[in-house]
């Protein structure tokens, strides 16, 4: 009887009327955070964000204009850094190459001074037509689809893979 009064005398000092073992207190904390986690899921899944939202990747258009013929020197190779593309022109023929280089994906770059497309990650090397000649890449570059707008703009679409042979000739 005296171990009993002196815990119900501790409990009185306490101000505790908590009663609950360790065993209770994992309880509650589990069915806490298995809520709490139910509730973020559920947040996620329905918010504006989530599951109402749709899952689109806004991407420009793969057919997009260049410019006037016009705008390009004859016998020049003109970089448009924003698309990735070289637009070359040989007198009135004008062709659209990829800057993307066939070994591992690197932007190519056009050095005037040697006259070919030079790869700075491991040295692939590419006429001016885009045929590989020197380094680890494995294929030419790509060359794109070209044609003249209504307007009388060059467009090239990036969509369509063309054989190297093929230009625009205007």
Known sequence: MVVEEKEEEKKEELGSTWTAG?????????????????LAFMAKTFS???????????????????????DFQDHTVATIKARRVFVVRDGNNFSAISMICQHLGCAVHWTVEKGVFECP??????????VNFAGPAP???FHFEMHVSDDGKLMVDTSTIVELETVLTI
């Open 48 to 70: 504006f964000t989530g599951f109402f939202f749709p899952k689109v990747l806004f991407e420009p258009s793969k057919k997009f204009p260049v410019g006037y013929p016009a």
């Open 121 to 130: 990650c491991h040295g692939s090397k590419y006429y001016r037509d885009g």
């Open 139 to 141: 294929r030419p570059l």
């Open 22 to 38: 360790r065993r209770s207190f994992f309880a509650y904390a589990g069915w806490t955070l298995f809520l709490g986690a139910t």
